[in-house]
């Protein structure tokens, strides 16, 4: 099985910063990497699709890069409403990292 | 506008078994591949099943393999989920989930998502 590890499990980070989250995958997807956002007692989000495609109403402060197994999710400048836990996930194996909690410094 | 309503959860002894139900309305029903995700407390997300949009083909994790079966009814749009032989460990917030391959190409991505239903497995 493709293992998905993100790195970091956790961030601090506040209002307007820049944040980038690590996604790697233990052996090459091609661009078959997705990204969600979870907020707290809700369901998951579609963030990004095919390592880099921005979904349909998602705000263009979120990008992502990558290929093989390295792919990055950036956030430009951060929204109060941005803190959430994040996932990626290899639509090629259907697994997820474990998450990386975006907190508020 | 897209909706996936899911229903059926509850407390069930471990051994038992469960259906889970997920309406879906605002899309093609018929035309698109569905999928069960699960997230257990405080946990993260895992992918459970798939079925394809006209039932032909369906997969499974294989932690669930031979316990779980998945089905569709296209003329009720809705999504199922048979869950037997339950165990502690398959307490979670089950999710549906709607394919984008239409879209992208590629299955397994999850572009809308239901609210979740909680299954408890206990004694």
């Known amino acids: 099985d493709i293992q998905m590890t993100q790195s970091p499990s956790s961030l601090s980070a506040s209002v307007g910063d820049r944040v980038t989250i690590s996604c790697r995958a233990s052996?090459?997807?091609?661009?078959?990497l997705n990204w969600y956002q979870q907020k707290p007692g809700k369901a998951p989000m579609l963030l990004i699709y095919?390592?880099?495609t921005l979904q349909s109403g998602v705000p263009s402060r979120f990008s992502a890069s990558g290929s093989g197994t390295d792919f990055t999710l950036t956030i430009s400048s951060l929204q109060p409403e941005d803190f959430a836990t994040y996932y990626c996930q290899g639509s090629y194996s259907v697994t997820f990292g474990q998450g990386t909690r975006l907190e508020i410094k | 506008q897209v909706q996936l309503v899911e229903s059926g959860g509850g407390v069930v002894q471990p051994g038992g078994s469960l259906r889970l139900s997920c309406a879906a309305s605002?899309?093609?029903?018929?035309?698109?591949?569905m999928n069960w995700v699960r997230q257990a407390p405080g946990k993260g997300l895992e992918w459970v099943a798939f079925i394809r949009y006209d039932g032909s083909n369906k997969y499974y994790v294989d932690s669930v393999k031979g316990r779980f079966t998945i089905s569709r009814d296209n003329l009720k749009n809705t999504l199922y989920l048979q869950m037997n032989s339950l165990r502690a460990e398959d307490t979670a917030v089950y999710y549906c989930a709607k394919d984008n391959y239409e879209t992208t190409g590629y299955y397994y991505v999850f572009d809308y998502w239901g609210q979740g239903t909680l299954v408890t497995v206990s004694s």
């Open positions: 052996e090459s997807i091609s661009s078959y």
């Open positions: 605002g899309f093609t029903f018929s035309s698109n591949g």
């Open positions: 095919a390592a880099s």
